[in-house]
């Protein structure tokens, strides 16, 4: 882990919140010139600190179900466990996933289109893995912040 000086970490709060700003107009916001700022964002996107640039799009698109689901894991043998979580991590419904401490072992966010969609989902990704004790779901009915940002500090 390499340390960040506060040009790193002013400049990843700001492109956290606009990833599509210039290196000239960061320049502005960063008291760094424009070709500074290029080879630090290159040299971050090298390293994996900078894993991509994505849209957020947002439910104009579309009506969509959204739940967050608690699940307990039923065995913890790691290669059953590993397994199961790389299943979860490549279904496009699963839009976060979290290995967490308490009475549930992991936390997911999920994204379908409707009730029979969820359903759908929960029977063949949750009720039918034998790594699975149970899972919960709470059905989300509005998102007022919803954001993948990390709370950097700036100097």
């Known amino acids: 882990m390499r340390d960040w000086d506060r040009y790193d970490r002013d400049l990843l709060s700001l492109l956290q919140e606009d990833a599509l ?6 320049a502005r916001d960063v008291a760094l010139s ?12 090298e ?9 957020v799009v947002t439910e104009r698109i579309g009506p969509f179900l959204s739940a967050m689901v608690d ?4 065995r913890h043998a790691l290669a059953e466990v590993e ?15 979290m290995e967490v401490a308490g009475p549930f072992d992991l936390v997911m966010v999920v994204a379908v289109a409707d009730m029979d969609a969820f359903n759908a989902f929960a ?17 989300i009915k509005k998102r007022r912040k919803y954001t993948s940002a990390w709370p950097i500090a700036r100097d």
């Open 21 to 26: 700003r210039t290196a000239e107009d960061l």
């Open 34 to 45: 424009p070709s500074a700022i290029a080879r630090r964002m290159r040299r971050m996107r």
């Open 47 to 55: 390293d994996g600190t900078i894993l991509g640039d994505r849209a």
């Open 71 to 74: 699940v307990q894991l039923d």
């Open 83 to 97: 397994a199961l979580l790389r299943r979860l991590e490549a279904r496009p419904q699963v839009q976060a996933l």
């Open 123 to 139: 029977d063949e990704a949750l009720a039918s893995d034998p790594a699975v004790r149970r899972y919960e779901t709470r059905f």
